[in-house]
Nanobody, 128 residues
Framework: EVQLVESGGGLVQAGGSLRLSCAATGFTDDDYAIGWVRQAPGKEREGVSCIRRTDASTYYADSVKGRFTISSDNAKNTVYLQMDSLKPEDTGVYYC?????????????????????WGKGTLVTVSS
């Protein structure tokens, strides 16, 4: 059984940094993309960033390019999202999610409500 467990959310002032972690267990092969989807209050889910396990290709939403960095420690089965220069509009619940057989470039257009695996989410609050 695949499990995704997030950690690292919290309250930070605008301009600050946070690092989210996602511990992923239960995968039996490497053919999947894993990353982060966020949901702000009253808004639809947004695919923030992902990394494909097989080739380490990455995707970033335009809203976070240059500020967020995704990385993977395969030995620890953990994916990280380093978030710098945070803005109040980055506030939301950040979910770790994974989809089998997905190319990283498709993270932008996937149906976020129908993905294969989800964590419970971690809240990020950026104060102005």
């Amino acid at each position: 059984e695949v499990q995704l467990v997030e950690s690292g959310g919290g309250l930070v002032q605008a301009g600050g940094s946070l690092r989210l972690s996602c511990a992923a267990t239960g995968f039996t092969d490497d053919d999947y993309a894993i990353g982060w989807v966020r949901q702000a209050p009253g808004k639809e889910r947004e695919g923030v960033s992902c990394i494909r396990r097989t080739d380490a290709s990455t995707y970033y939403a335009d809203s976070v390019k240059g500020r967020f960095t995704i990385s993977s420690d395969n030995a620890k089965n953990t994916v990280y999202l380093q978030m710098d220069s945070l803005k109040p509009e980055d506030t939301g619940v950040y979910y770790c999610a994974a989809q089998r057989g997905l190319f990283s470039s498709s993270w932008r257009i996937i149906n976020y409500y129908g993905m294969d695996y989800w964590g419970k989410g971690t809240l990020v609050t950026v104060s102005s």
